[in-house]
Structure formats: C-alpha cells, structure tokens
C-alpha cells in the first residue's frame, strides 16, 4: 500500500513526518499540497476522523491570518469551509495523510506510530 501523503517541501513539520515514514520503509506518494489541494471528498472523511472542522485548517498560516479565517469560521458553514481548503492547500493542515482506518494531520510522532505499526 502506497500512502498519500499531502505536503509542502518547505515545512519542517513535513519534512518529520517523511523521514519517519522512510525510516520505517514505508511507501508513499507525496502530493504538493500548495498545487494539489486535498478533494472534497478527502477532506470530508478526515473531517470524520478529526471530529473538528478548525483541526484541518493550517491556523499558523499566513493565509489563513491574511483572511482572517478564525473569525470568519465560527459563522461558516461546513461545506463553504470545505470548500475553501479544496481550493486553497496552503490553508489545509499538513502533512495530511488518510488511511483505511484513520486521519493524520499534522506530524505527532505517537499518532503517527499508532498508525504504521
């Protein structure tokens, strides 16, 4: 199985997660994610997963301050904000990486070993 991983090359936090993923051999595709945003129907099944639609928003983003999404969320409907990170990968949290049985967002090394045992 080859794992997606969505990232950004010049992310420390991306770059964590790569190397944890090589040292453990495990193959994955990496998905720039500035140019390829997640799909909706992605970002509607790790929204499942993380149980919080703010989790998969990049909130230390310039984008995100620039549009002062933090505000604009606590009025916007799910499938608009859905809609918006479809659009525009530099405010999705990343890495961002769906498996069968879970979401991962962001690099928390204890997630991350739960998860590619």
Request: proline share 3%; net charge positive; glycine share 6%.
């Amino acid at each position: 199985m080859t794992v997606r991983v969505y990232e950004y090359e010049k992310c420390s936090t991306c770059r964590q997660a790569l190397k944890f993923l090589d040292a453990r051999k495990v193959a994955y595709q990496r998905v720039p994610i500035v140019d390829q945003a997640p799909s909706l129907a992605e970002l509607k099944a790790m929204l499942a997963f993380a149980g919080d639609l703010k989790r998969l928003f990049n909130t230390s983003g310039v984008v995100y301050r620039e549009m002062g999404i933090g505000e604009k969320l606590k009025t916007m409907k799910e499938a608009d904000a859905l809609a918006l990170l479809s659009k525009n990968g530099r405010l999705v949290k990343r890495p961002f990486v769906l498996l069968k049985d879970r979401g991962l967002l962001g690099f928390k090394e204890d997630e991350w070993k739960a998860a590619f045992k």
